[in-house]
Structure formats: C-alpha cells, structure tokens
C-alpha cells in the first residue's frame, strides 16, 4: 500500500456472517462526504470505481442529475443524511429501483493539507467515523452523525458500507485511511481494496422511477 509521497493505512475489510463476497452485484447509492450527499465528487470517483467493478461507467442512485431533475427529492434524501445518516432504513426504501443484489453507499470524511498563504498547513473536517452508528454485531453502515464539532485532519477517511436487498441490511464495510498528496491516488487504492473484498463483483444501475418521492421520506 505504500509508494513515494504516499502512506495509506492498512485498509480494513469486514463481512456479516453468512455474507458471500463473490460475484455480487452491486447498484451504488451515492457518495456521502462530511455530512452531506455530494454528487460532484462522483466524477472523480467513478471511473475507478467502473475499473473496480468491471463495467466502462457506473451510474449512482443520489447523483448530479437527480438534483436537476428532481431537486425536492435530492433535497429530502440529503436532509435525512444530515440528520440520521444513511441508515439500512433509508436503503430499504430504494432498494426495489436497485437492479443489483446490492447497495454500495460511499463515505468521505477529511481533505488533504493545503498550503494557506502564510505556509501553514491543515484542514478542518467531520471524520469518517462520526458518521456511522452502531450496527450490533454486523458491519456498520454510515449511521447518525455524531458531535457536529470539527476536528483537525490532515487525511482522508474513505468507507464503503454494502447493504444486502436479500437480508435487508447492511453486510460488509471496507475501510482506509489515507495520508498523501493526492485524492486520485487514494481513489485508486481504495478501489483496488474494494475489488479484493468483493472478488467478481459489477456494478448494477438503477430503475429510471426509484419509486420514492420526497413526502416518503417524511
């Protein structure tokens, strides 16, 4: 996991008992960074998650055209994230439009150090890990949020937590800690884990009416 310029902890994999990680195929819900859905990063994002997971393209749930096309509903997911978090419940309620066995949902928490004018360096950013709730004795998915307090971070918290339509909950959570210069490197390195964990997997899309509308999620 290390190169020059580069440190990346040792990602973390974890499965629900029972949970079989080959060929899976996976619909990707959305990106979810420092506490709120972010389409945008989904173009930086997805080609390595395509290369990751055997397709050209991978399309998302809670992406940049839901919210031109549909804005209440995009405003009413991203209000219960901030609230809640992306529960298992929430997934439930997508899960029908998902044409995957599976939901990915993304989790970003940090930025890397930037250089402000006067040399110093740092970041202010909602960890990864404020963002998950408990989950009993099974992988987490990105719960309520914790402490609204910031923290000083330097690295990026990357997390994908994978939920299950069949047991109707979330069943793997893949983890990494990244400390370098550039997010594309981290990107690369945590999809190459995702691939590791989930051996076969594709992505899946989505049905073109989700079925949910933005007075459901009330």
């Known amino acids: 996991m290390l190169s020059a310029g580069c440190w990346a902890d040792k990602p973390t994999v974890s499965y629900a008992p029972g949970f079989?990680?080959?060929?899976?195929?996976?619909?990707?819900?959305?990106?979810?960074?420092?506490?709120?859905?972010?389409p945008e990063i989904w173009e930086n994002l997805g080609p390595s998650f395509a290369t990751a997971l055997h397709r050209e393209a991978c399309g998302i749930a809670v992406g940049g055209a839901m919210r031109v096309s549909n804005a209440q509903l995009f405003g009413a997911i991203d209000g219960v994230a901030r609230a809640d978090g992306i529960?298992?419940?929430?997934?439930e309620k997508f899960a029908p439009a998902a044409q995957g066995d599976a939901i990915l949902v993304i989790v970003m928490a940090g930025r890397l150090p930037k250089k402000a004018a006067d040399g110093a360096v740092g970041t202010t950013a909602t960890t990864a890990a404020q963002m998950r709730g408990s989950g009993g004795g099974r992988p987490r998915p990105p719960?309520?949020?914790g402490s609204q307090a910031h923290v000083d971070r330097n690295f990026l918290e990357l997390s994908a937590s994978l939920y299950s339509k069949k047991l109707r909950q979330s069943v793997a959570m893949v983890q990494m800690?990244?400390?370098?210069?550039?997010?594309?490197?981290?990107?690369k390195l945590f999809t190459e884990k995702l691939a590791a964990a989930f051996p076969g997997a594709t992505c899946e899309g989505w049905l073109a009416?989700?079925?949910v509308t933005?007075?459901?999620?009330?």
């Not at 529960?87 to 997934?91: C, F, G």
């Not at 800690?177 to 990107?187: D, L, V």
């Open 20 to 38: 079989v990680k080959e060929n899976p195929k996976i619909s990707i819900f959305g990106v979810f960074r420092d506490g709120r859905m972010d």
């Open 87 to 91: 529960t298992d419940e929430l997934l």
């Open 143 to 145: 719960g309520k949020l």
């Open 177 to 187: 800690t990244y400390k370098g210069a550039s997010e594309a490197e981290a990107f």
């Open 209 to 211: 009416d989700l079925g």
């Open 214 to 218: 933005a007075d459901s999620l009330q």
